[in-house]
Structures are given as structure tokens and as C-alpha cells.
């Protein structure tokens, strides 16, 4: 049973442009929100984290937003540079246990 | 580098055999986390250590079993190989404790069951 979806396996964005990258949850015991960033052949690289008492969290380019009424958390990355072109992937945690990943959204910026 | 390593990257067997995969944490890392990822999933926890103990078990087969050793170093061993155990099998690490720490994840050993 997938506890966190990502429903967009690809997205597109122009290089400048905003990307935004959407997962939902179901399991309200979450209590860590993250998302991991992969390129092939690697390991998923830490990207930014958000606890449930926050609804807002920035570093940088990226912004991740968490509705807990929706269970939906959401990256922003802006702006969006070629480099940035990787498999994004949501996860959640309960209690600091194991993380429950989505399937992964993979992003292409364009030039 | 995430300070992860994991050993083999490559791993190609046949059906009925057995692998063992090793996972060395980050220095100072208690906990050690286990996932596959197979072509049409994401990453699927299979199972965790800490500090030599068993944690949390998740999606992990009867076939496979795992051990974290006195200097933390960990191994996940699958037997009976079929060719659906074929996957990258990443190993993670984090501080451990009772609250969140942020994994970091080796780079991955590819399985090739043929």
C-alpha cells in the first residue's frame, strides 16, 4: 500500500521557470516530510526536510510547503536550471522511523 | 560523497543462488536503513539496525535477512535468488535515536538475477 504518492512521474519546465513538484501522503502519523533528489547511478541525495509543526520551509532555490488538512506537501524550485534535471523523490517518516518513498518525479529543465 | 559505502556495485547471479550485499555507514552513524528499487517502484524499505539491533522491518521477503555488526558495518543477504529480486538495493545511515535524522544513502548495488 503506497503511503505517499507522487502522481506526476515527469515534468518539463524552461530553464528560469518555477518547477513544482507535488506528493501526497495518507498515513496522518507522519511526522517528517523530505525530499530527495537522484541522479542515475547515484544514491538519492538529501534535498530539504520540513517537520509537521512548519508549514514552510526554505533553503536557497528550493521551498517545500506542507498542508496537513490535505496531506500534501509540495517543492518549489525557482528559478530552474538545467542542473537541476533529476528524479525528484518525496518521502515521509513517523516517529523517526524508516522513510516511506513516493514513486519519484522526474524533472527535465529545458534551455 | 555521502560518506556511504556499499559493496558490490555490480551483481550478476543466477536463479537459486545467494548474494550478500555489504553497507558500511558514515562514522558515527548508529542506524542503518536497507531499500530496494525495483523498475516500476520506488524505493521500498526492507528493514533496519540499530546500533546491532533490529528496528523496524518493512517490505522484506522471507528469503532475505540482514545483520548489523559490532562496528556497524551491515549485510543483507538474499537467497533463493528469482529473477523479480532484480533491483538497486540502496543502503542508508543516519544517527539513529528516537526523533528524525536525515539519511544518507550509499550508491547502490545493482542486481542482476539472470
Known amino acids: 500500500d503506497q503511503q505517499v504518492k507522487q502522481n506526476s512521474p515527469s515534468l518539463s519546465v524552461q530553464e528560469g521557470r518555477i518547477s513544482i513538484l507535488n506528493c501526497d501522503y495518507t498515513?496522518?502519523?507522519?511526522?517528517?516530510f523530505l525530499w530527495y533528489k537522484k541522479y542515475p547511478a547515484e544514491g538519492p541525495t538529501f534535498l530539504i526536510s520540513i517537520s509537521s509543526i512548519k508549514d514552510k520551509n526554505e533553503d536557497g532555490r528550493f521551498t517545500v510547503f506542507l498542508n496537513k488538512s490535505a496531506k500534501h506537501l509540495s517543492l518549489h524550485i525557482v528559478p530552474s536550471q538545467p542542473g537541476d534535471s533529476a528524479v525528484y523523490f518525496c518521502a515521509a517518516s513517523a516517529a523517526g522511523y524508516a522513510l516511506n518513498f513516493g514513486k519519484g518525479t522526474s524533472l527535465l529543465v529545458t534551455p | 560523497d555521502s560518506g556511504v559505502t556499499q559493496t558490490p556495485k555490480h551483481l550478476i547471479t543466477a536463479t537459486g543462488q545467494r548474494v550478500t550485499l555489504r553497507c558500511s555507514p558514515r562514522s558515527g552513524d548508529l542506524s542503518v536503513y536497507w531499500y530496494q528499487q525495483s523498475l516500476d517502484q520506488g524505493l521500498q524499505f526492507l528493514i533496519q539496525?540499530?546500533?546491532?539491533?533490529?528496528?523496524a522491518k518493512g517490505n522484506i521477503l522471507e528469503r532475505f535477512s540482514a545483520q548489523q555488526f559490532p562496528d556497524l558495518h551491515s549485510e543483507l543477504n538474499l537467497s533463493s535468488l528469482e529473477l523479480g529480486d532484480s533491483a538497486l538495493y540502496f543502503c542508508?545511515?543516519?544517527?539513529?535515536?528516537?526523533?528524525?535524522?536525515?539519511?544518507?544513502f550509499g550508491p547502490g548495488t545493482r542486481l542482476t538475477v539472470l
Open positions: 542508508a545511515s543516519s544517527e539513529g535515536g528516537p526523533s528524525y535524522n536525515e539519511q544518507f
Open positions: 498515513n496522518s502519523m507522519f511526522d517528517y
Open positions: 539496525y540499530y546500533n546491532g539491533e533490529e528496528r
